[in-house]
């Protein structure tokens, strides 16, 4: 365990990991597990990628964002690594590979950044040495060609590591312009917690969801992402519910003297903290 306090950090150098590392795959037309935002959930994690074998998944990605939230962060890098998950840097990874002050998460409210700091100090000081290193090398983007098809998967958006994208604040305009800006077809992020897919002209976007937390509608599952990219260059997406033991992960939480507020989020489904960030229309729909 690692008990160093995260060292202070200009804004500057925080950005300055966003640009590095693009992990280039060519594959076969096949289909594909996305999972988003672990957020320290080990069980949910082990859960989907179980789902995805099932499923006949060939290739798992993951997004980023392997910790916050949850207890024992340390648990979820063997799960990722045994099961050949294709991992890459969300901000929450950076920001513990650099040794950064805090997560860079994007939120603005004093409240949510107070819980942010609580959980990011636990995680900090809960992950290993060795793991922040392999933190540290994780690709910022996955590029893969195929089916014909360019497939761009980061964490918030392919400008900004830590960009929200949310449904009803995002135009069509605005993913047109990452399309041809940054050269793909289907483009895939999380960061915000929620999934939401649009298809375009220029191309499909999908938020592959999280692993993490429910998605603020009132029930404990969580959810990930299949996509089959077929011979003849289409491409689908299967939004995939995880129903997990998620009282075994309040247990965890309660142990570990993490905010009872976190707790209450994964026992009900309905977010406690994180709602200043999100849009008027997202908002309406949660019970806070």
């Known amino acids: 365990m690692n008990g160093a306090a995260p060292r202070s950090s200009a804004r500057d150098e925080a950005a300055a990991g966003e640009g590095r590392g693009v992990l280039a795959l060519r594959l076969p037309p096949s289909r594909l597990a996305l999972l988003g935002g672990v957020y320290s959930n080990h069980i949910a994690l082990a859960g989907a990628i179980a789902d995805a074998r099932r499923r006949g998944a060939q290739a ?19 799960i990722l690594r045994e099961n050949g998950v294709v991992t890459l840097a ?5 920001s513990l590979a650099r040794g950064l002050d805090d997560c860079r998460c994007g939120y603005t409210d004093p409240r949510d950044n107070h819980f942010a700091r609580l959980s990011y100090r636990y995680t900090f000081e809960r992950t290993p040495a060795e793991e922040k290193r392999w933190l ?17 998967l980061c964490h918030g958006s392919p400008r900004r590591m830590n960009e929200f994208l949310w449904e009803s604040a995002t ?7 990452l399309f041809r800006e940054h050269d793909c077809d289907a483009l895939a992020v999380t960061h915000t917690g929620i999934k939401w897919r649009r298809e375009l002209p220029g191309g499909l976007f999908v938020n592959v969801g999280v692993l993490g937390r429910p998605e603020n509608d009132g029930t404990p599952r969580v959810w990930y992402t299949i996509l089959d990219v077929h011979p003849d260059g289409s491409i689908e997406p299967t939004f995939v519910p995880v129903e997990y ?41 949660a019970k806070w």
């Open 171 to 177: 135009p069509d305009a605005f993913l047109e312009k």
């Open 136 to 152: 540290g090398a994780l690709p910022r983007q996955v590029r893969i060609e195929t089916g014909g098809r360019r497939l761009l």
């Open 90 to 94: 969300g901000n929450y990874d950076d």
């Open 60 to 78: 798992l990605f993951c997004l980023g964002d392997l910790g916050a939230f949850g207890p024992h962060p340390a648990l979820v890098f063997p």
């Open 245 to 285: 033991d998620h009282a075994a992960l309040a247990r965890e939480m309660r142990a570990e003297g993490l905010p009872d507020e976190f707790v209450e989020t994964i026992e009900t489904g309905w977010w406690t903290t994180c709602l200043e960030v999100l849009p008027s229309k997202e908002r309406m729909r």
